[in-house]
């Protein structure tokens, strides 16, 4: 496991002199986002997602794929601790539609202690592109505005979009460091359980630089400066050249 291979496919140049600070960290995470999708392919592939570091490099460095949470999360959280930075791995559960929020271990974000604290998240597809400060201070961008904010439970937090006039909570999370392992049982559970949200459907999403291209089953939808069109992808052949001309995937 080489990070120069990684930051090579993530398309940044670092200088070794560069400091490790929080505008490495920002075009580190921007780079990600714009080049490493977000995709659920395997699942439905029933190819099972091993939660072993040198097996992630291989598919997501080596294969030039994606991933879902637990594989871009944890993968990039390698990166930067390679690259010097202070990082942990925590859980987080996702808000669902009925707004409940999931199991323990429902999702995985990194933690980064800089003079202050972020929390950064390459595996959440359609989130925040900068490393979102913990005290709580607002970040926008070309996905919307968001903020961290404490939930009741002493060391439990938020995560929070703006829509409309209204804050709307993404996911909660823990400051707890967990390790890869822990991960274990949910990552499978997510590729089997009928109850999954990523059984029975595919996605495969990636940030661009005014938007996004996302593949959800057989539709493509391209968002662009807030406008958004969509077209049937009605055939096999169509979808192979979708995901090799959008997300550089060829399987």
Known sequence: MDPHRYLARIGVSLDPEKPRDLDLLQELQRAHLRTV??????????EPIVLDLSSLYAKIIDRERGGFCYEL???FGWLLRQL???VRIVEGRV?????????PFDHMALLVDLKRRYLV???????????????????SDVSGTYRITPADDPGHYFTQEQTDSEWTPSYRFTTEERVLADF???CEYQQTAEESAFIGRTVCTIATGSGRVTLSDDTLIVTENGGKRSETVSSQQKRARVLDDCFGISL
Do not use: H, K, Q, W
């Open 37 to 46: 999708p977000f995709e659920t392919l395997d699942i439905a592939r029933n």
């Open 121 to 139: 998240d390459v595996g959440f597809g359609d989130f925040c592109r900068r490393p979102l400060p913990m005290a709580g201070d607002s970040l």
């Open 95 to 103: 808000r669902d539609d009925t707004e409940a929020f999931g199991p």
């Open 84 to 86: 010097g930075y202070d």
């Open 73 to 75: 999360n944890s993968l």
């Open 184 to 186: 274990i049982e949910m």
